[in-house]
C-alpha cells in the first residue's frame, strides 16, 4: 500500500502533467514550461525540479503516458472481439486508433505530430511504448496470415526490393517473428487510418465527406475485405 508522501507525490505528477496539456492546449507542443508550471500550482521552480528535473524528462513521461494509452485502446477493441474474427479484429482495432486520436487531440500531435524544438526522445524509453500500439494489430495480421484467412494482393507479394530487405532487417532487430508482407500490410493501413485521422482532426476532410466515421468505417473494411478478410457490418 502506498504512503501519504508517496500518494500526494502521485498527485503532484498528475497535476504537474494535467497543467502540461493545458500549456500544449493553448500553445502548440513546444509551448511546455517547467516554471509556468510551477507558477499556475503555487510552487518554486526549484521545487517542481523534485519531481522532473528537466524539461525533457516532463515531455518523456507524456509521450509515454499517450503511447500506452492509446495502446490500452487498441488493446480493449481486440479483447473484445473473437480471436478466429480476424477481419474484425483489424476492423475495430483501427476504429479504436481514430476514436482515440479524436478524443485525446493534444497527445495524438504530441506524439505523432512536429517534433518539438529541442527535444529529442530517448528511444530505450519511447520505443518500447509506441510498439505497443502497431503491436496487436500487427499480431492480428499475422495470425490470419497462419491461419490462410488473409490473402495479400500481388501488390504485396512483389514488394521494391530495397522495400523488402529493409522491411526483414526491420524484422530481425526488433525480433519479430512476420514476414514483410504482413508489415507492409500493416505499413499501408497505418498510412490509411493515420492519415485520415491527421485530416480529420484538422477540419480538412468533414467539409467534403460529410461524415468523416462513416467514411473511416467504409475505407478500413475495404482494405480488410481487399484481402480477404471477413468483417461484419456493425
Given amino acids: 500500500m502506498a504512503t501519504r508522501r508517496e500518494k ?37 521552480a526549484p521545487a517542481i525540479y523534485r519531481y522532473f528535473p528537466r524539461r525533457d524528462d516532463l515531455i518523456t513521461a507524456l509521450i509515454v503516458d499517450a503511447y500506452l494509452a492509446h495502446a490500452d485502446a487498441i488493446d480493449a477493441a481486440d479483447a473484445r472481439c473473437a480471436r478466429s474474427a480476424y477481419g474484425d479484429r483489424v476492423a475495430h482495432m483501427m476504429f479504436a486508433y481514430r476514436a482515440w486520436a479524436l478524443a485525446n487531440p493534444v497527445d495524438f500531435q504530441l506524439i505523432y505530430g512536429n517534433p518539438i524544438p529541442g527535444y529529442e526522445a530517448p528511444r530505450e524509453v519511447t520505443v518500447p511504448a509506441a510498439s505497443r500500439v502497431s503491436a496487436p494489430i500487427i499480431t492480428a495480421l499475422t495470425e490470419a496470415y497462419a491461419a490462410g484467412a ?10 521494391p526490393e530495397t522495400v523488402e530487405r529493409h522491411l526483414r532487417a526491420f524484422a530481425e532487430a526488433g525480433g519479430y517473428p512476420v514476414p514483410p508482407e504482413i508489415f507492409a500490410i500493416a505499413m499501408h493501413g ?27 468505417r467504409h475505407q478500413v473494411i475495404a482494405l480488410c475485405r481487399s484481402m480477404h478478410l471477413s468483417v461484419t457490418d456493425t
Avoid: Y
Avoid at 9 to 28: H, V, W
Avoid at 150 to 159: D, G, S, Y
Fill in 190 to 216: 497505418w498510412n490509411l487510418i493515420h492519415g485520415m485521422v491527421w485530416l480529420e482532426i484538422f477540419g480538412h476532410t468533414p467539409p467534403v465527406i460529410g461524415d468523416p466515421e462513416a467514411f473511416c
Fill in 150 to 159: 488473409l490473402r495479400p494482393t500481388a501488390e504485396f507479394l512483389h514488394l
Fill in 8 to 44: 500526494l507525490r502521485a498527485e503532484s505528477i498528475d497535476e504537474i502533467k494535467a497543467l502540461a496539456r493545458q500549456q500544449m492546449t493553448q500553445e502548440g507542443t513546444a509551448g511546455i514550461s517547467l516554471r509556468g508550471i510551477a507558477r499556475n500550482m503555487g510552487m518554486t
